[in-house]
């Protein structure tokens, strides 16, 4: 089993910064591409932001220039910086990964429990 634990979210005023954290753990062999979606009361999820095992980085254009992804290999764990925060970008964040339990296994995708973010005008 692989359980997607993540954390950082919370309350901000609008123009405000959060860093959310997700960290993979349990039957983890290695873990691809991983990523950050959201999902707006009455929306459906969407993709925020990716970020390959190589580290090549992928942005939806609502949040460009405004958050940024990054990884650390040897923690399991994916970040997600976001910066000037907007009313718009209120949301439960989801962990996304990519994750093979053994060499000889497939990478299967792992969602986590997602984290509250609510940002206030």
């Known amino acids: 089993q692989v359980q997607l634990v993540e954390s950082g979210g919370g309350l901000v005023q609008a123009g405000g910064s959060l860093r959310l954290s997700c960290t993979a753990s349990g039957s983890v062999f290695s873990i691809g591409a991983m990523a950050w979606a959201r999902q707006a009361p009455g929306k459906q999820r969407e993709l925020v932001a990716s970020i390959t095992g190589g580290g090549a980085t992928n942005y939806a254009d609502s949040v460009k220039g405004r958050f940024t992804i990054s990884r650390d290999n040897a923690k399991n764990t994916v970040f997600l910086r976001m910066n000037s925060l907007e009313p718009e970008d209120t949301a439960v964040y989801y962990c996304?990964?990519?994750?093979?339990?053994?060499?000889?296994?497939?990478?299967?995708?792992?969602w986590g429990q997602g984290t509250q973010v609510t940002v206030s005008s």
């Open positions: 996304n990964a990519e994750v093979a339990t053994t060499y000889y296994n497939d990478f299967v995708d792992y």
